[in-house]
Each structure stands twice: as structure tokens, then as C-alpha cells.
């Protein structure tokens, strides 16, 4: 991540492989770690704890934007992209509103229907 800088990044890394080698895993290990670590460095205020959860949060899009995002563009070369077919059906009321039915459709490769959703607005 570029925004820490240069010369803090060690000490960070040292952190990193620690929890490396302790076998830290997304399977909630990670969870308690976060929740121990706010419980314990962070001072009770709403500020505080929505400051805590914004670097969660900036950290999950930061690992969307750069792993997650292209690892599935890469995907999507290799296996294919999913054909969507959409039908927008206009019907018209007596009531001023304009009802919009919109049906979403999956097909596979084959041009099979596998999956149908439908908005009623």
C-alpha cells in the first residue's frame, strides 16, 4: 500500500510475517485479531471505533481493487465471460406511474437458461 511510507514499512512487515508464521488464515483468526486489536489500542469514542472500521473498510476495497478485481478480469479471459440477456417490458396504467417489468436472464454457453430474476418497479 503506497500511503505508508518507505522507512515505516518494515516494522509493519515484521508484523505481517509474525502473523504469517503464527498461521493467521481468513477463516476468523483475522477477525479476532482485528476485534483484540480495536478492544485494546483503541479508546472508547464513536470517533475512534468509526475511524478503526473506515481502515477495515479502505483495507477490503484496497484488496478488491488489487487482487480480487484482477484475478477475476483474469478469469474471465481464461473461462469466458456470462452471456446476460435482458427483456424490458414497458406497460402503461391507467395510473400516472409507469410500471417497468425487467427480467434478467443467464444463459450458459450452450445458450441454455440457467437463471432468471424479475423487477417489478
Same mark, same amino acid.
Given at each position: 500500500?503506497?500511503?505508508i511510507k518507505?522507512e515505516?514499512?518494515?516494522?509493519?512487515?515484521?508484523?505481517?510475517?509474525?502473523?504469517?508464521?503464527?498461521?493467521?488464515q481468513?477463516? @476468523?483468526?483475522?477477525?479476532?485479531?482485528?476485534?483484540?486489536?480495536?478492544k +485494546?489500542?483503541?479508546? $472508547?469514542?464513536? !470517533? *475512534?471505533?468509526?475511524n478503526?472500521? @473506515?481502515?477495515?473498510?479502505e483495507?477490503?476495497?484496497?484488496i478488491?481493487? +488489487?487482487?480480487?478485481? $484482477?484475478y477475476e !478480469? *483474469?478469469?474471465?479471459i481464461?473461462? @469466458?465471460?456470462?452471456?446476460?440477456?435482458?427483456?424490458?417490458?414497458?406497460i402503461?396504467?391507467?395510473? $400516472?406511474?409507469?410500471?417497468?417489468?425487467?427480467?434478467?436472464?443467464?444463459?450458459?454457453?450452450?445458450?441454455?437458461?440457467v437463471?432468471?430474476?424479475?423487477?417489478?418497479?
Open positions: 500500500m503506497p500511503y518507505q515505516d514499512r518494515p516494522k509493519m512487515d515484521k508484523v505481517v510475517d509474525a502473523m504469517v508464521d503464527a498461521g493467521v481468513a477463516n @476468523g483468526d483475522l477477525n479476532y485479531i482485528l476485534f483484540a486489536l480495536c +485494546r489500542c483503541t479508546n $472508547p469514542s464513536y !470517533n *475512534n471505533y468509526k478503526f472500521l @473506515g481502515e477495515i473498510h483495507s477490503a476495497e484496497e478488491r481493487r +488489487r487482487l480480487l478485481i $484482477p !478480469n *483474469n478469469k474471465l481464461t473461462n @469466458g465471460d456470462v452471456e446476460w440477456v435482458v427483456a424490458c417490458v414497458i402503461k396504467t391507467s395510473m $400516472p406511474k409507469v410500471c417497468v417489468k425487467m427480467e434478467f436472464i443467464k444463459k450458459d454457453k450452450e445458450d441454455k437458461r437463471n432468471k430474476w424479475i423487477i417489478d418497479q
